[in-house]
């Protein structure tokens, strides 16, 4: 068991470029989740895949973010034309699904937008 | 929709001493609850866990109760070291809302020697 593991672990970029951040799940799990977490806060969820379905996103997804789970492995989330705003942490989870609900979180991508 | 509240922090405690961090809920379904722990310069770790009413959820000495009639699930530790020092999350899972989860802000603990 490797665990969830992300990359980068830290971006830095400039205002109105686009970001793309990877998220390798623990290899048996189905469900894979993405959150964003700003400096004295908990966890937001962001979106979730079952396999390579996205099953659910949140309002705070806005359309500058999309995020795919091609095959059902690994995931990306892409920003477009970046914002200050979007600076955070971006973390990604994953479980195994329904009948355990236990998510696994990786270390995160944070994120610097200048 | 749900929420999740947590005691503000900071949080300073004697190494030794009794923790108490409170936590309280609302959901419209079941909800399974947690307590996650982030460490200094690492990723969320499950602390532990309990999946329906009356459950206690233990682990590192840390418990938790799931009060459905308080709607709570307050972490306790009877003797907390240095090394507890870190952020505790609560945190819920509903099935109404496809088991993402959603977590309270966050409280920091910091144990002294």
């Known amino acids: 068991d490797t665990g969830v593991s992300q990359d980068p672990r830290h971006k830095i970029t400039k205002r109105g470029q686009n970001v793309t951040f990877r998220c390798d799940p623990i290899?048996?799990?189905?469900?894979l989740y993405w959150y964003r977490q700003t400096l004295g806060q908990g966890p937001e969820f962001l979106t979730y895949?079952?396999?390579?379905?996205?099953?659910?996103k949140s309002r705070l997804l806005s359309d500058r973010f999309s995020a795919e789970r091609p095959k059902g492995s690994f995931s990306t989330l892409e920003i477009q034309r970046t914002e200050q705003g979007d600076s955070a942490m971006y973390l990604c989870a994953s479980s195994q699904g329904w009948a355990e609900e236990t998510q696994y979180f990786g270390p995160g991508t944070r994120l610097l937008v200048l | 929709g749900d929420s999740v509240t947590q005691m503000e922090g900071p949080v300073t405690l004697s190494e030794e001493a009794f923790l108490t961090i409170n936590c309280t809920y609302t959901?419209?379904?079941?909800?399974?609850l947690f307590w996650y722990v982030q460490y200094p310069g690492e990723g969320l770790q499950l602390l532990l866990k309990a999946t329906k009413a009356d459950d206690k959820g233990s682990n590192k000495g840390f418990e938790a109760t799931y009060r459905k009639e308080t709607t709570s699930f307050h972490l306790e530790k009877g003797s907390v070291q240095v090394s507890d020092s870190a952020v505790y999350f609560c945190a819920l899972s509903d099935d109404n809302y496809g088991q993402n989860f959603v977590f309270g802000p966050g409280t920091r603990l910091s144990v002294l020697p």
């Open positions: 290899s048996e799990h189905n469900r």
């Open positions: 959901a419209t379904g079941y909800p399974s």
């Open positions: 895949f079952q396999n390579e379905a996205q099953l659910e």
